[in-house]
């Protein structure tokens, strides 16, 4: 295998636009960490336009991973989280090739998790949260029980995120084993929900009661970030401003939904605004709520 990184390490130090490159063995057939093959390469080239390419090529009979990508789209895959093994191969990879000690200067925001990192990672997070959580309750409602449990489930895993987020670990490293740690209650809740022997309702109506009233007691400290930005000026805000915010437009996350549930907690408030002089249609705009901050 170091023949192989010699390899790569040869053949990139010579291309100008490389900017630095890091490999991943892979130490367990069909890990889906590196998506089964024998190791990764990831490049990081500079570009004006993004890149996101991925090839499969082998050499002395190993299968490798060559993912190349420039800085922009590398940080919006650690940013909005959908990549989520991107933060396990910059903090696992060694680092062959690294102009600039750019590569390295990521790996040390990483591990140090600035608070920043943190506010954009736990809003993405609440944002899913809040998503599947109001989807298991229309589940249950309408009698899909399985569809139910499936979605809170999903919101059982975001919660946890929230919470290994708020102690300052990264959620894509490991999950569970982090959080039985962290908080057992949580856990407790997740044991509820896969082995307990009451009925299958029972336990999604469990689970909903516990995110009930995380959504109220996570609602403002994870929406941080959103607060920030709707302070930083005194006109309010359009949801395509916001959308559009460098804080934001790298994240995942459903805004329109967050936006109307900060609403309804009157944390921030709805404006609405003529467009024009003959449009009837106002569009609504955002703005922080006295006490909302």
């Not at 989520?84 to 062959?96: A, C, D, M, S």
């Not at 908080?183 to 407790?188: D, S, T, V």
Request: charged content about 25%; overall charge negative; some cysteine.
């Amino acid at each position: 295998m170091e023949q192989i990184k010699a390899h790569f390490a040869s053949s990139y130090r010579e291309v100008p636009d490389v900017i630095g490159l890091t490999v991943v063995d892979n130490p367990y057939s069909y890990n889906p960490l590196i998506d089964g093959l024998d190791l990764l390469v990831l490049v990081l080239m500079h570009s004006d336009e993004p890149i996101n390419s991925t090839d499969h090529v082998q050499i002395d009979g190993k299968r490798i991973l060559v993912r190349t990508i420039d800085p922009n789209s590398l940080e919006e895959w650690v940013s909005g989280g959908e990549n989520r093994n991107i933060i396990e191969w910059l903090v696992r990879g060694e680092i062959l090739l690294d102009r600039d000690g750019y590569l390295s200067g990521v790996r040390e925001k990483l591990l140090t998790f600035p608070v920043s990192m943190r506010e954009q990672k736990r809003f993405t997070e609440f944002a899913g949260f809040l998503r599947t959580y109001l989807q298991a309750k229309q589940d249950l409602t309408d009698g899909n029980l399985l569809d139910a449990y499936s979605h809170v489930l999903t919101a059982l895993h975001h919660w946890a995120h929230i919470v290994l987020i708020e102690e300052g670990r990264h959620p894509e490293l490991t999950v569970w084993k982090q959080l039985k740690r962290v908080h057992p209650g949580i856990y407790k809740l997740y044991e509820e929900l896969t082995v307990s022997p009451e009925t299958l309702e029972q336990r999604v109506q469990l689970v909903l009661l516990g995110c009930e009233f995380s959504v109220m007691s996570k609602m403002k400290t994870s929406c941080a970030l959103l607060f920030h930005i709707l302070s930083s000026r005194e006109e309010p805000w359009s949801i395509a401003d916001l959308q559009l915010h460098p804080a934001i437009n790298v994240l995942h996350v459903d805004l329109s939904l967050v936006l109307q549930k900060l609403v309804q907690r009157e944390y921030i408030r709805e404006v609405a605004v003529m467009n024009g002089p003959s449009d009837s249609a106002l569009e609504l705009r955002y703005m922080i709520a006295n006490g909302g901050k």
